[in-house]
């Protein structure tokens, strides 16, 4: 079980609209269109997809890693020092 | 003519290497892989489309900011105007 | 107590350093240094903002949020609201 | 000349503003606030400073970068190249 099963038909929802937004932005290139236009496209796929991991990330906190720290140990200590960084890479990307 | 025109295989080859991280991390979902794993790739699909458009954007600097301020005048005010805006976008998202 | 307790005067140091900056950020305004200078100072800082924020967020989890999962209930899902809250403000800044 | 010239007052009053809140986060580290408060200062801090960025940027390349256009040749390339770097740095930053 994972800490997104709940939300798993959103999360498909949205990846593939990413997924159409990335295809729609080669299509936009392949057809010349102005730079600009395109970077607003590319800016938008860009918030989505972080609007996807911060779902994920929400989720992971709320089950994987509340069920650990509620355990405790050393599992719970690694839980958290691998969500830790997971929220860094999100950070500075 | 475009500011990307030189790099528009590159563009097109990075563009269908993110819709298919992008594809990958659906399939994650869908067979449940573990959180952390999913956002690892999101990250750095994430990082993917921010090299798009730091190449779309240097182009355009390149090529039609470029060649709009060597002619000066209203239509070189609005270039600069509108790439402003589209880095604000992007330093934002 | 909080979870940063123990990484007050690390924190601390970190944040003087940070003054520092921007106030050497404004003096370089104030002496007409070159924009782009400026700006590699600006994203230094910001930078380093980001350290911080990821220090204290790696704390609250490793402590608050462990605790409260810890005991459970309604404190504990407060918490971690409050914590995807706090990770949505710091990935879209 | 900078291209920030114009904008000088209102840059030294927003980055002394920043001075301020990094102080005041090292004043609420010091009063062990709660981390989550001290979190929301810190990305209110960042996202200051994005905007200072932001609008040295639009004058540096209103201006100076618009300029060397005008002027064109070596220089000229070079100031955008330049530019290009400092978007990358703030966009990753």
């Known amino acids: 079980m994972n800490g997104y099963d709940a939300n798993k038909d ?3 929802k949205r990846l593939r609209r990413i997924e159409g937004q ?3 932005i080669a299509r936009m ?7 600009i236009d395109i970077l607003t496209q ?3 796929a860009t918030k989505a997809l972080e609007t996807v991991a911060l779902s994920l990330l929400g989720d992971h ?3 994987c890693v509340a069920e650990a ?10 839980k958290i020092r691998e969500a830790n ?3 860094a890479r999100l950070v500075r990307s």
């Open 69 to 78: 720290s509620a355990e405790g140990g050393a599992v719970a200590d690694e």
């Open 29 to 35: 290139v392949d057809e010349d269109k102005y730079c």
């Open 61 to 63: 906190l709320s089950h």
């Open 42 to 44: 590319v800016s938008a």
């Open 85 to 87: 960084a997971a929220i």
């Open 10 to 12: 959103d999360l498909q």
């Open 22 to 24: 990335v295809r729609g």
